[in-house]
């Protein structure tokens, strides 16, 4: 796949990215947003390859073709995720924007760090993403409600010490609990890096993204001030 590296910047912070295409006609494919693991933060272009040591960019830099514009933004070195939702969520509509995105075909999924950052963005964002698909991570379950008309599809590690697996149980509870679609996979006897790595290379989470397309864009509020 062809790459191409640039620079978001906000008022508050920079934000490095790579952009993966397949060769050819890019038009009318899906935009898949990966977000990375704490381990892979940067602040400077000649750190962004540490977005290659797990997930979907490792598998990219594997010769992994995979049908769809891919994004991978870096998370600034003193950030995590959950702090730059709204600069994520302009950066993802900037680049759906440049290659031509069909608005219901944004997917979005991270793992680790990111896994919590793919509920977090999902949730500040609650009409933009066809789908979600977090591994090995979790989040604010009260705010459940915010992912009711957007699937879910999680993954987690049984013996994963570092994110203990309850982390993904109680949002997929949550979300299914306020009438959405959340569905877990609890890998048996993997830790937390096994994990990752065997969801997106032998389990159906990119295949499963890929067929989404998201049909509800009716407007909900982008904060809930009665869930903090």
Not at 23 to 47: N, Q, S
Not at 100 to 127: C, E
């Amino acid at each position: 796949m062809n790459a191409t590296d640039a620079i978001f910047k906000t008022d508050a912070l920079g934000i490095n990215y790579r952009v993966y295409t397949p060769e050819g006609e890019t038009k009318e494919l899906p935009l898949l947003v990966y977000l990375h693991g704490a381990g892979e933060r940067g602040d400077t272009p000649d750190k962004l390859d540490h977005i290659l040591r797990h997930g979907i960019p490792r598998l990219i830099a594997e010769g992994k073709e995979i049908p769809a514009v891919v994004l991978c933004p870096q998370c600034p070195t003193d950030a995590v995720w959950d702090n730059t939702v709204f600069a994520l969520g302009a950066l993802i509509q900037k680049i759906a924007a440049e290659y031509g995105i069909l608005p219901d075909r944004i997917l979005l999924t991270g793992s680790s760090m990111g896994g919590y950052g793919t509920f977090a963005t999902a949730l500040a964002h609650p009409t933009l993403f066809a789908a979600i698909a977090p591994i090995s991570g979790g989040n604010m379950s009260w705010r459940a409600s915010n992912l009711k008309t957007t699937p879910v599809f999680a993954v987690h590690g049984k013996e994963d010490t570092l994110v203990p697996p309850v982390c993904s149980e109680l949002m997929v509870d949550a979300v299914n609990r306020a009438g959405g679609e959340a569905e877990l996979l609890l890998l048996d006897g993997m830790g937390h890096n096994d994990a990752i790595d065997y969801a997106y290379r032998h389990t159906k989470v990119i295949e499963w993204l890929l067929s989404k397309r998201r049909t509800d864009f009716s407007p909900v509020p982008e904060f809930c001030h009665e869930c903090f």
